[in-house]
């Protein structure tokens, strides 16, 4: 959403370098998203359903175990992902049996093919990749354990996303300065006025024409806590051996800026 309101308001000027430099430009609290409701039950209930079916969980049968996906939304089975002998990837549910059996089978939707299993941002959909198709199906058990049975696929050919590089590193930026703010086991941090420093750096962010100068300039600000532990690490940049560890993009080294004017880039 940040990126969305940014890239609007992008739109409204001739290039990506928006005013939001100014200390009214801060970001924003935000109030936290809720991932999943946890019902405990009636609390009247003496059967203590819930609590069965958490303890059940114990029983798990051993595995190579690569992700656990998710608990179905309306049962307590577990959508699960293993690696084979092979090494290929093994999507199935871990289905629990009707009280008071403790056992659990293991359900193959598929044991190969699978390149990619995730859960949507509100929770509600199961979405999976395999052999090349996408599918989206209601996370509950009936849905999810006629996954492959399912011949309905979603339509992906032709699917194009707008990645503007300078959006999203004013956005990571302000991510990180966010984290600091929040979770620093000092909250005084360290009577730093954290506010001017988000200011003070957000030029050389808007500068930026690659991740790893981006991560300069977060190293740069963590800096400014004089703490030990506080690190910079990961994103698409290239290794010390020159081998790319993200989205190796050819350039002839032109600096290019966005023109929504021109409806294109100025070199």
């Known amino acids: 959403k940040a990126v969305n309101a940014a890239s609007a308001k992008a739109d409204e000027s001739d290039d990506d370098n928006f005013d939001i430099g100014s200390s009214n430009a801060i970001p924003e609290e935000q109030p936290y998203v809720i991932d999943t409701e946890i019902n405990f039950?009636?609390?009247?209930?003496?059967?203590?359903?819930?609590?069965?079916?958490?303890?059940?969980l114990e029983s798990?049968?051993?595995?190579?175990?690569?992700?656990?996906?998710?608990?179905?939304?309306?049962?307590?089975?577990?959508?699960?992902?293993?690696?084979?002998?092979?090494d290929d990837l093994k999507l199935s549910v871990l289905a629990t049996t009707a009280y008071p059996s403790d056992c659990i089978t293991d359900e193959t939707l598929y044991d190969d093919g699978v390149e990619l299993v995730d859960v949507s941002t509100?929770?509600?959909y199961i979405i999976v990749l395999v052999s090349g198709k996408l599918k989206v199906v209601p996370r509950t058990a009936a849905k999810v354990l006629s996954l492959a049975k399912d011949t309905s696929t979603a339509a992906i050919d032709g699917l194009h996303?707008?990645?503007?590089?300078?959006?999203?590193?004013?956005?990571?930026?302000?991510?990180?300065?966010r984290l600091l703010r929040d979770y620093f086991y000092d909250?005084?941090?360290?009577?730093?006025?954290?506010?001017e420093v988000f200011d003070?750096?957000?030029p050389l962010v808007e500068r930026c024409g690659k991740r790893e100068e981006l991560d300069d300039v977060m190293r740069q600000m963590g800096g400014e806590l004089t703490a030990l532990h506080v690190f910079v690490k990961g994103g698409e940049h290239y290794g010390h051996d020159g081998s790319s560890t993200g989205n190796?993009?050819?350039s002839?080294?032109?600096?290019?800026?966005?023109?929504?004017?021109m409806n294109g880039y100025e070199i």
């Open 41 to 56: 039950g009636n609390e009247k209930d003496t059967s203590f359903k819930f609590a069965r079916t958490s303890y059940r």
């Open 60 to 86: 798990i049968p051993a595995a190579r175990y690569a992700k656990i996906v998710s608990q179905l939304s309306d049962d307590p089975s577990l959508l699960i992902v293993t690696k084979t002998a092979k």
């Open 122 to 124: 509100d929770g509600s």
């Open 161 to 177: 996303i707008s990645v503007w590089p300078a959006l999203e590193y004013q956005q990571m930026y302000a991510d990180s300065w």
């Open 187 to 195: 909250a005084e941090l360290h009577q730093i006025e954290w506010d």
């Open 200 to 202: 003070r750096y957000l």
């Open 248 to 250: 190796e993009i050819a």
């Open 252 to 261: 002839l080294g032109a600096l290019l800026r966005r023109s929504t004017e």
